[in-house]
């Protein structure tokens, strides 16, 4: 079954190449996707797929029937979006979209499982049990698994796989991580209410700028010496907008930012330990406050038998060295979690650095990727498929 799935594989590698330079080309912003389902979708239908668009809003699911020997359901999930960033990469086929970039790796992910799809439509004998094929919208905005899943994705569905590129792998070579891959991912909202006043007489007001500083400042040494440093918490404040004039004491500030946190249980005290921080230091200088605690997307949690299924297919395909069991887990987040509620499921990093080239890091305007990963990715993929039926 290996050497069939390598041999298509490598039969179809000019074909993959030329999809993930026609999908960089024309990258779309999350849930403008149309083009790029369009095009998903051609590739799906030519494989003999059962094609349903519109799905999740902008999404395509394909499904490849089985012999139905296996009543399983296995669902393979990849990523459309882009992201709003001017590429400055020079490649021949770089974005022809203004502001527009694929700098996360998304358009390797879709060939990937266009790449899979059609290695497992030509193997010649079909699989037990049936795979649906997912290629989600949105992404980048934490919005597409959802509206993936309010569509009925994952009903059904037993087991899914996910795949995600990484610039500090090297081209080629697979990274394998047990348990937590990605953190939970928050958006955080303070609002500090003070009272305006003028800047030559501050004992007069209430100083909501300072008060914020403080607040920021509170939180941040707050986390080094209240939260158990084996379970990392980062809060980011991205943005604050306040005040009114140079000389005018500001009354309102809004400090807006991101949580992030591996484990369940620290991210579930988070917001009530930050309101008591922020309550506490308001109360202190007479300030109000408002706090707007969202959550996001969970941590990924990669289920062990599954994950031992990816590992296996890797090592068999590539060998050992160049498979990476990653000690550490990323900070980043990924809305593949959320598919996670309804079945066990495991993602795993695709290598795509280069060995004499800088290789930028995910969301930079000229991150590149090393594009015989694509070839080692689609393999992967379709021999741990393969594998999961046995």
């Known amino acids: 079954m290996l ?9 179809l590698a ?7 330079r026609h999908l960089h080309s024309h990258p779309e912003l999350s849930g403008q996707e149309y083009q790029t389902a369009a095009y998903v979708a051609g590739v799906l239908s030519s494989c003999g797929l059962h094609v349903q668009e519109l799905v999740g809003k902008t999404g395509v699911v394909g499904e490849l029937p089985g012999l139905g020997d296996d009543k399983r359901l296995l669902a393979i999930r990849t990523d459309m979006d882009a992201l709003p960033i001017q590429e400055r990469s020079n490649l021949d086929y770089a974005s022809h979209q ?14 990937v499982g266009l790449g899979t799809a059609m290695v497992l439509s030509q193997l010649g004998e079909p699989l037990p049990g049936k795979i ?12 597409g698994a959802n509206w993936m899943i309010q569509d009925g ?20 070579s697979v990274g394998i991580r047990y348990g937590a891959l990605t953190a939970a991912a928050d958006d955080l909202e303070i609002i500090i209410q003070g009272e305006s006043g003028h800047g030559a007489r501050p004992h007069e007001a209430i100083d909501a700028i300072w008060i914020a500083s403080q607040v ?24 604050i907008h306040g005040g009114r004039a140079p ?4 009354d309102q500030v809004r400090l807006s930012g991101t949580v992030r946190s591996l484990h369940p249980e620290t991210s579930a005290a988070l917001p009530n330990w930050i309101e008591n921080i922020v309550a506490n230091v308001c109360q202190s200088y007479g300030a109000k406050y408002h706090l707007n605690y969202r959550r996001g997307v969970p941590s990924v949690q990669n289920d062990a ?21 990653l000690l550490e887990p990323s900070l980043g987040a990924e809305d593949f979690s959320l598919y996670l509620d309804h079945a066990p499921g495991t993602m795993f990093r695709l290598g795509v650095g280069f060995p004499d080239q800088p290789n930028y890091p995910l969301h930079h305007p000229q991150f590149h990727v090393n594009e015989a990963s694509i070839l080692t990715g689609v393999v992967t993929m379709a021999y741990a498929a393969c594998k999961y039926w046995q």
């Open 3 to 11: 050497s069939r799935i390598k041999d298509i594989a490598v039969n």
């Open 14 to 20: 000019p074909r993959l190449i030329e999809i993930r």
């Open 98 to 111: 203004p502001g527009i970039m694929h700098a996360c790796g998304h358009d390797v992910h879709t060939t």
């Open 132 to 143: 649906r094929f997912l290629f989600q919208p949105a992404e980048e905005t934490a919005q």
């Open 153 to 172: 994705v994952m009903e059904g569905v037993d087991a899914i796989f996910g795949v995600h590129v990484f610039p500090s792998i090297p081209g080629g």
């Open 216 to 239: 920021i400042t509170m939180v941040q040494q707050a986390i080094s010496r209240t939260q158990n440093p084996l379970r990392p918490v980062v809060l980011t404040i991205g943005q």
């Open 247 to 250: 000389n005018v004491i500001a």
């Open 305 to 325: 038998a599954l994950t031992q299924i990816v590992e296996a297919a890797a090592e068999e395909a590539w060998g050992s060295d160049r498979v990476q069991i």
